[in-house]
């Protein structure tokens, strides 16, 4: 079965069918209109999923964070962003300290760390390495849930497929991303300062003065917040994705690569527009030197 009858097949009454009549723009306005109608769904199901579901949602939440098989052997997705926010911010630091040097106030490394790691880097590092693995993967499963007749059987015994499917993803990464996040924004504090003071032999209290001063509260709350709405996204393109896959293993395939796709971009525009909603009118730092 294509996407389009699958999703008919779920929601009959609901999805206005009109990739027929205005050829490509239609076909991504009826895409674009399903994934809406799935969001909808299964963000408003969330009551009903942990009334009914808790079970599945705490499986979940164990398996997303430390992993299942052989990704448990490494500690998971976090391990993973740790590791990976690490080298970013590390990254950050690097290039910020030769960027800066070169007009001579490479002292305000500091200062810059605070800043992109903790407004930019740090949510989209962690989104991008929580689509590579935990969305990634639950396409597959739910893709081969899809092409096995595994969601239509959970449908045959009563079983709302969407809640207990979908709805436990977006809880679980809902829960996941608030400790992750917290190991990833130590990693984003720790590896820059270590890469300044020890690598490139700046004093700890230069660093230090400059980190303080310009790292805002306010900022790591927003930064919080943006990394939840970044792992809501990712969880529900991911699942959309799965749940209407088609073609047999192929197309599970497909389906992935079309989640990362897509998940990769909006990871990014999300992060856009939340730095141009917060700090496109006013950045709330004065550079003084």
């Given amino acids: 079965m294509s996407n389009a009858t ?17 050829g490509g723009p239609g076909r991504a306005l009826d895409a674009f209109g399903r994934m809406v109608w799935f969001t909808v769904v299964s963000v408003g199901q969330i009551p009903f999923t942990l009334r009914r579901y808790r079970a599945e949602a705490v499986r979940l939440i164990a398996q997303i964070g430390m992993g299942t098989g052989a990704l448990a052997v490494v500690g998971g ?17 690097i290039q910020g300290f030769s960027s800066l040097g070169n007009i001579g106030v490479e002292v305000f490394t500091g200062f810059f760390s605070a800043l992109v790691n903790v407004r930019i ?22 893709g081969a849930m899809r092409i096995s007749e ?28 608030l400790p992750l996040y917290g190991l990833a924004m130590v990693m984003a504090f720790l590896s820059p300062q270590l890469v300044t003071t020890v690598l490139y032999g700046q004093s700890s209290g230069t660093y230090n003065h400059y ?3 310009f790292l805002r509260p306010d900022d790591v709350f927003w930064s ?16 959309y994705y799965g ?3 088609a073609g047999g293993p192929v197309g599970v395939g497909e389906a992935v690569g ?11 525009v999300v992060a856009m527009a939340a730095s141009l909603a917060l700090y496109g009118v006013d950045p709330n730092f004065n550079l003084t030197v």
């Fill in 150 to 177: 595994e969601i239509d059987a959970l449908e045959v015994m009563g079983v709302r497929s969407i809640a207990f499917l979908a709805s436990t993803r977006i809880v679980a990464a809902i829960v996941v991303i």
């Fill in 243 to 245: 749940y209407t896959a």
């Fill in 211 to 213: 980190f303080r001063t």
């Fill in 258 to 268: 079309r989640s990362m796709r897509f998940s990769l971009v909006a990871v990014v």
């Fill in 224 to 239: 919080f917040v943006v990394a939840v709405l970044i792992a809501l996204v990712v969880m529900i393109t991911h699942c």
């Fill in 6 to 22: 699958v999703m008919r097949a779920r929601f009959p009454r609901t999805v206005i069918n009109v990739d027929r009549y205005a």
């Fill in 77 to 93: 997705t976090v391990a993973i962003v740790a590791f990976v926010t690490l080298s970013g911010s590390s990254l950050v630091a």
């Fill in 121 to 142: 880097a740090a949510p989209v590092v962690t989104g991008i390495a929580l689509a590579a693995t935990v969305g990634a993967g639950a396409t597959a499963e739910l």
